[in-house]
């Protein structure tokens, strides 16, 4: 298995709900260690700037409103594998669909207000990690 660095927003809803010891607690429980954390509200440009992928998508301005409706807190994982172990942890997209003791099973409200975000491949985390941490703010050991 390969050491990887994935990205974490708990979103909005999550931080709004006080759920973000418990969120990290789970992650770092379940192997992923934390190496740079902050927490912060997303401007409109910068929602849309991360979620750029998604600007054709017929959710996007939704998504954006909500992801600026109040702070959250973004998180730089590493450890074995982490961009799939992260993904396993949070549970399909849509709440609906997610494995039980996923993230989203227990904690998201629909497939929109989704409780948490991953990283998906390791291309997207690269840009991901980078769009909200400096090389500095990541400890090193
Ligand atoms: N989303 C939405 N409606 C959809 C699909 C996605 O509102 O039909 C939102 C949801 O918050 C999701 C985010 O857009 O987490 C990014 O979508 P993606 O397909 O990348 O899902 P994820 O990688 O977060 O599971
Ligand atoms: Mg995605």
Do not use: C, W
């Not at 994935?6 to 709900?17: E, G």
């Not at 998504?63 to 982490?82: H, R």
């Not at 998201?108 to 909200?132: M, P, Q, Y």
Request: hydrophobic share 50%.
């Amino acid at each position: 298995m390969a050491i990887e660095r994935t990205l974490t927003i708990l979103k909005p809803d999550a931080v709004a709900a006080a759920l973000t010891g418990t969120l990290l607690s789970r992650l770092e429980k379940a192997g992923l260690k934390i190496i740079g954390l902050k927490r912060l509200r997303l401007t409109p440009a910068q929602a849309e700037g991360f979620y750029h992928v998604h600007r054709q998508r017929p959710f996007f301005a939704s998504l954006v409103k909500f992801m600026t409706e109040g702070p959250v807190v973004v998180a730089v994982l590493e450890g074995d594998s982490a961009i799939a172990r992260l993904r396993e942890l949070m549970g399909a997209t849509d709440p609906a669909k997610a494995a039980a003791s996923t993230i989203r099973k227990d904690f998201a409200a629909s497939i929109e207000r989704n409780a948490i975000h991953g990283s998906d491949a390791v291309e997207t985390a690269r840009f991901e990690i980078g769009f909200f941490f400096s090389g500095a703010e990541l400890s090193q050991e």
